[in-house]
């Protein structure tokens, strides 16, 4: 009698890469702070005073963090929160409408050797989804991976949760292991994210807003100089698993 045989269908390691974009695929030149500027300009607080740069320093300390959970901490109020918020994504798309807005060098193509592994890419951010979607088309990303994410899609909840990460997870099924996601980004906030979802790659890029140290005290497994070197550590790591 003839044996019947089943194809198995193997998935890779790290099958599933999660990166964040300001700062890691996408160099914004400065713009979070511009437009925080006139997001707390709408509610009254000067640019140049103790103030505005007390506020600027949680900004800069908390880079990867849902922009309106920044708010709430520094207005304390949530009627003054959701205006700062707003006039934050209105000021930063327009900034992204002007032109002001570039990959990082090398973003694109590190993404396209990631799906020609046989990854799959997902971008997410702290950013509101209208705001995400202007980065994209800006940037004629809006084709180049098949799922993007912001915190209103991962139930409201952005950096440090986990929760993007885990909805990226459960999204695309292209792991059937936490510990096969790799996350990828530029700041603290971005590595409590992926040591929190259980990734089993968590890496730092410093492009972005934080340094080394912070990076790995924040628990990055790996910390890169720039996006660009990710698609070839991923294949060491697979070739080594």
């Given at each position: 009698?003839?044996?019947?045989?089943?194809?198995?269908?193997?998935?890779?390691?790290?099958?599933?890469?999660?990166?964040?974009?300001?700062?890691?695929?996408?160099?914004?030149?400065?713009?979070?702070?511009?437009?925080?500027?006139?997001?707390?300009?709408?509610?009254g607080?000067?640019?140049?005073?103790a103030?505005?740069?007390?506020?600027?320093?949680?900004?800069?300390?908390?880079?990867?963090?849902?922009k309106?959970?920044?708010?709430?901490?520094?207005?304390?109020?949530?009627?003054?929160?959701?205006?700062?918020?707003?006039?934050?994504?209105?000021?930063?798309?327009?900034?992204?409408?002007?032109?002001?807005?570039?990959?990082?060098?090398?973003?694109?193509?590190?993404?396209?050797?990631?799906?020609?592994?046989?990854?799959?890419?997902?971008?997410?951010?702290?950013?509101?989804?209208?705001?995400?979607?202007?980065?994209?088309?800006a940037?004629?990303?809006?084709?180049?991976?098949?799922?993007?994410?912001?915190?209103?899609?991962?139930?409201?909840?952005?950096?440090?949760?986990?929760?993007?990460?885990?909805?990226a997870?459960?999204?695309?099924?292209?792991?059937?292991?936490?510990?096969?996601?790799?996350?990828?980004?530029?700041?603290?906030?971005?590595?409590?994210?992926?040591?929190?979802?259980?990734?089993?790659?968590?890496?730092?890029?410093?492009?972005?807003?934080?340094?080394?140290?912070?990076?790995?005290?924040?628990?990055?497994?790996?910390?890169?100089?720039?996006?660009?070197?990710?698609?070839?550590?991923?294949?060491?790591?697979?070739?080594?698993?």
């Amino acid at each position: 009698m003839k044996a019947s045989t089943t194809k198995v269908t193997t998935v890779n390691a790290y099958n599933l890469v999660v990166l964040d974009m300001a700062g890691t695929t996408v160099a914004d030149g400065g713009l979070v702070e511009r437009a925080f500027a006139s997001a707390a300009g709408r509610l009254g607080v000067e640019q140049g005073s103790a103030e505005h740069a007390t506020m600027l320093d949680y900004v800069r300390a908390t880079m990867g963090e849902s922009k309106i959970s920044v708010f709430r901490h520094l207005f304390g109020d949530e009627a003054k929160a959701q205006t700062a918020n707003t006039a934050f994504e209105e000021a930063y798309a327009t900034l992204v409408d002007g032109g002001l807005i570039e990959p990082v060098p090398g973003a694109r193509e590190a993404i396209e050797q990631l799906k020609a592994q046989g990854r799959t890419v997902v971008l997410s951010t702290g950013f509101a989804r209208v705001t995400q979607d202007a980065i994209l088309k800006a940037l004629g990303w809006q084709d180049l991976v098949p799922l993007t994410l912001c915190p209103a899609d991962a139930g409201g909840r952005g950096r440090p949760y986990p929760d993007m990460v885990l909805s990226a997870f459960l999204r695309t099924g292209a792991v059937d292991s936490v510990r096969d996601i790799a996350v990828a980004g530029d700041t603290s906030y971005d590595m409590l994210s992926g040591v929190r979802s259980g990734a089993g790659v968590v890496a730092g890029v410093l492009t972005g807003a934080h340094g080394n140290e912070a990076l790995a005290g924040a628990g990055a497994t790996h910390v890169l100089g720039s996006i660009a070197e990710l698609p070839d550590l991923m294949g060491e790591l697979e070739a080594g698993k």
